[in-house]
C-alpha cells in the first residue's frame, strides 16, 4: 500500500449523516484520485486533482465534495446528497502527468445505514 | 472515450500450470495500459505497465503482459501459476492524449489457482 494511508479502515454512519473520509499520502506526489469499488463493477473515479487547490470531478461525483488545500492530505466527503453511498472507497496518487502508475491507500469501507 | 473489458469474471488454474487473464481496450490514440492485482479488503497493487516499446512488459512476482496493437489487447500471463496468486485482478487503460492521470478499469476478475 505504499506512502499512502487512509483512515478509517470501517466506518459507520446513519443515513443522512455526512461523513469524510481521510487520504494522506507522503510520496510527494502532485496528483491524487478517489476511487469507489463496488462489486462487479470495477473502480470509478469520484474526483481527481492534479495541483494543490484544483480538482476536477470524476465519472461519479454527484453526491461527494472533496479539498485540496495541501499537497499530501485529499479528503473525500460523502454526503447525505449520495444515494448509495455503501462502498469501498480507494485513494490513490501518482507523480506527474503520462504514463506514470497509481499508487493506491488499502481503502475505507463506509457503511451506512 | 477510453473502455476496458476482462471478458472472463473468474479464471480457475492449478498449481504450476500457465495462466491467462485476458484484457482488450478501446482508445482514440496511443494506449498507456496498467495491470493491478488486489487482495481482500486491500487497495490495488501495481503489476506492469506498458507505455511505448517492447510488447512484451515484464512485472512484479513473475507476471508478463503482452500488447497486441492490432489486437488491441493486453493480456496478463505468468508461466507457473502459485497458489497465493489467487486474487482479484484489474487492467487498466489510459489514452495518451486524455488528460491527466484519468484511469479507466475493467470490472476485474478473480482468478483462483488449486492447489
Known amino acids: 500500500d505504499g506512502g499512502i494511508t487512509q483512515s478509517p479502515k470501517y466506518l459507520f454512519r446513519k443515513e443522512g449523516q455526512n461523513v469524510t473520509l481521510s487520504c494522506e499520502q507522503n510520496l510527494n506526489h502532485d496528483a491524487m484520485y478517489w476511487y469507489r469499488q463496488d462489486p462487479g463493477q470495477g473502480l470509478r473515479l469520484i474526483y481527481y486533482s492534479q495541483i494543490v487547490n484544483d480538482f476536477q470531478k470524476g465519472d461519479i461525483a454527484e453526491g461527494y465534495s472533496v479539498s485540496r488545500e495541501k499537497k499530501e492530505s485529499f479528503p473525500l466527503t460523502v454526503t447525505s446528497a449520495q444515494k448509495n453511498p455503501t462502498a469501498f472507497y480507494l485513494c490513490?496518487?501518482?507523480?506527474?502527468?503520462?504514463?506514470?502508475?497509481?499508487?493506491f491507500g488499502p481503502g475505507t469501507r463506509l457503511t451506512v445505514t | 472515450a477510453q473502455s476496458v473489458a476482462q471478458p472472463e469474471d473468474q479464471v480457475n488454474v492449478a498449481e504450476g500450470n500457465p495462466l491467462t487473464v485476458k484484457c482488450t481496450y478501446s482508445?482514440?490514440?496511443?494506449?498507456?495500459l496498467f495491470w493491478y492485482v488486489q487482495y481482500p479488503n486491500r487497495g490495488l497493487q501495481f503489476l506492469l505497465k506498458y507505455i511505448t516499446g517492447d510488447n512484451l512488459v515484464k512485472g512484479s512476482y513473475g507476471f508478463e503482459a503482452e500488447f497486441n496493437k492490432s489486437q488491441t489487447s493486453f493480456h496478463l500471463k505468468k508461466p507457473s501459476a502459485l497458489v497465493s496468486d489467487s486474487a482479484l485482478y484489474f487492467c487498466a487503460v489510459r489514452d495518451s492524449g486524455t488528460s491527466y492521470g484519468k484511469l479507466t478499469f475493467g470490472q476485474g476478475t478473480i482468478l483462483t489457482v488449486h492447489p
Open positions: 482508445v482514440s490514440g496511443n494506449p498507456y
Open positions: 490513490a496518487s501518482s507523480m506527474g502527468p503520462a504514463g506514470r502508475e497509481q499508487y
